[in-house]
């Protein structure tokens, strides 16, 4: 038996896979052709790519990957009955934290940015001088609020703003 010869064998040529293959780059090509000056444009849109840019920088600045890797519980009770927010220590954080330091970042860099291109925009010098005022503020509040979460994250920071 083992000496015996057994016959080549040869796969005759697969056309459907020939057929699909070339359907399929038709396609693509076809798609790609039709499809590109819709997609083009948001592709190249400056302010979109900006405003991603900005969402992942806010959210891995303020600590999203920290809350991955130690599985840190969402929010934690304050022994009262109560909810906290915000957890004393630079090596303990809540998940909720996270999200409410990203917003104040998110909300500061909105106002730097509306203060820098779209206030000097403003045609008529009292609305300008009104969201020059208005854009000020709300640039102070949030960060004499950010000054008060370092607080209480380092009970030893001296520095604070009225408001808080």
């Not at 906290?84 to 330091?101: A, D, H, K, P, R």
């Not at 000097?120 to 208005?134: D, E, G, H, L, Y």
């Amino acid at each position: 038996m083992a000496s015996a010869s057994y016959p080549p064998i040869h796969r005759p040529f697969n056309y459907i896979r020939l057929i699909f293959i070339t359907t399929l780059l038709l396609g693509s090509i076809s798609l790609f052709s039709i499809a590109s000056p819709y997609i083009t444009p948001v592709i190249q849109n400056r302010n979109l790519w900006a405003a991603i840019s900005l969402i992942l920088v806010l959210l891995f600045t303020s600590g999203h990957m920290f809350n991955h890797i130690r599985k840190v519980p969402y929010v934690s009770g304050d022994g009262k009955g109560g909810i906290t927010y915000f957890i004393g220590g630079f090596s303990n954080q809540l998940g909720l934290e996270t999200q409410i330091v990203a917003a104040m970042y998110g909300i500061l860099s909105f106002a730097t940015i509306a203060l820098a291109l779209k206030v000097p925009r403003i045609a008529n010098a009292k609305q300008q001088q009104a969201a020059i005022i208005v854009w000020s503020a709300v640039m102070y509040g949030m960060y004499g609020f950010m000054l008060r979460v370092f607080h209480i994250k380092n009970g030893g920071y001296p520095f604070h703003l009225p408001p808080f």
